[in-house]
């Protein structure tokens, strides 16, 4: 696609809930990124592939959250028994070169998750 | 690990005035990335910096790489009111991830 696309833009889900966001990055692009974001901060990482490779994971706050991208494209970022601090806007970016090339990345509109 | 400065935090200037903002590292970076956010959108790239004392333009902004390597600078002439937003750095060291700042807000008044 033209851009980084994400899904749902908005989710409400309870306390105890599985989530997942998806993430639908530039077409071509080698690298996809996942970040998290709260109000007013800057993003914070979470996790990267190259292709369908999750070549680190570091940024994942608790084995709770998890990231796949079986076929090098598409990804999805699952959040299990979403707990009230796990609210806030989750953002997908990627870039058209290796992670370690000089390269710069570019983002979605995000994914804004609530829980109650 | 890795932190990023940014300063000022916040600024309002008067239309037509020029702007200057910062961003500084505790590492040495190979990258440099600004991005500007307007409420309720992603973060849009600005300017790309790969090589220290590098002097980057894209129409009214200006960014430089750090001759140390740990820092970077972002101007903006003749500012007008769609300025406004919330200006990111954001910087990495080869084999390591970017790293965001925790942003400068714009305000520009009429």
């Known amino acids: 696609g033209a851009g980084v696309s994400q899904s749902p833009r908005y989710k409400v889900t309870k306390r105890g809930q599985d989530v997942a966001l998806r993430c639908d990055p530039i077409?071509?692009?080698?690298?996809l990124y996942w970040y998290r974001q709260a109000l007013g901060q800057g993003p914070e990482f979470l996790t990267y592939?190259?292709?369908?490779?999750?070549?680190?994971k570091s940024g994942l706050p608790n084995d709770r959250f998890s990231a796949e991208r079986p076929e090098g494209s598409i990804s999805t970022l699952t959040i299990q028994r979403t707990e009230q601090r796990d609210s806030a806007m989750y953002r997908c970016?990627?870039?058209?070169?290796?992670?370690?090339?000089?390269?710069?990345?570019?983002f979605g509109e995000g994914s804004w998750l609530t829980v109650v | 690990g890795q932190q990023l400065n940014q300063s000022p935090q916040s600024m309002f200037i008067q239309e037509g005035e020029d702007v200057s903002m910062n961003c500084t590292s505790s590492?040495?970076?190979?990258?440099w990335l600004w991005y500007k956010q307007e409420p309720g959108e992603g973060p849009v790239l600005l300017i790309a910096?790969?090589?220290?004392?590098e002097l980057t333009s894209n129409g009214r902004l200006t960014a430089q790489f750090g001759i140390t390597r740990k820092d970077s600078f972002l101007n903006i002439s003749a500012s007008i009111p769609s300025d406004v937003g919330i200006y990111f750095c954001?910087?990495?060291?080869?084999?390591?991830?970017?790293?965001f700042g925790p942003g400068t807000r714009l305000s520009v008044l009429p």
């Open positions: 970016a990627s870039s058209s070169l290796g992670h370690d090339s000089g390269n710069t990345i570019y």
């Open positions: 077409s071509g692009h080698v690298s």
């Open positions: 592939f190259n292709y369908e490779a999750q070549q680190d």
């Open positions: 590492s040495i970076f190979n990258t």
């Open positions: 910096l790969y090589k220290a004392g």
């Open positions: 954001a910087g990495r060291s080869y084999g390591q991830n970017f790293v």
